[in-house]
């Protein structure tokens, strides 16, 4: 999946993957991962964008 991706879809299914990973792995440990993969991004806003989900999906996962 692609954090910079034009497909909303894609973005969000990628958003998905990051907070199944998460809740199985554990939040610590996918943080240096989503900090290279977003920070080191092309700086797009759809990169922005996808972090955002991504938070807001392992919080959903999380049950917060």
């Given at each position: 999946?692609?954090?910079?991706?034009?497909?909303?879809?894609?973005?969000?299914?990628?958003?998905r993957?990051?907070?199944?990973?998460?809740?199985?792995?554990?939040?610590?440990?996918?943080?240096?991962?989503?900090?290279?993969?977003?920070?080191?991004?092309?700086?797009t806003?759809?990169?922005?964008?996808?972090?955002?989900?991504?938070?807001?999906?392992?919080?959903?996962?999380?049950?917060?």
């Amino acid at each position: 999946p692609d954090i910079n991706h034009a497909d909303k879809h894609v973005r969000n299914t990628t958003a998905r993957a990051f907070s199944t990973v998460a809740s199985a792995l554990g939040i610590p440990s996918l943080l240096p991962f989503f900090k290279a993969a977003v920070y080191r991004s092309k700086k797009t806003w759809q990169a922005h964008h996808t972090g955002i989900r991504i938070v807001q999906q392992i919080a959903i996962m999380m049950d917060c």
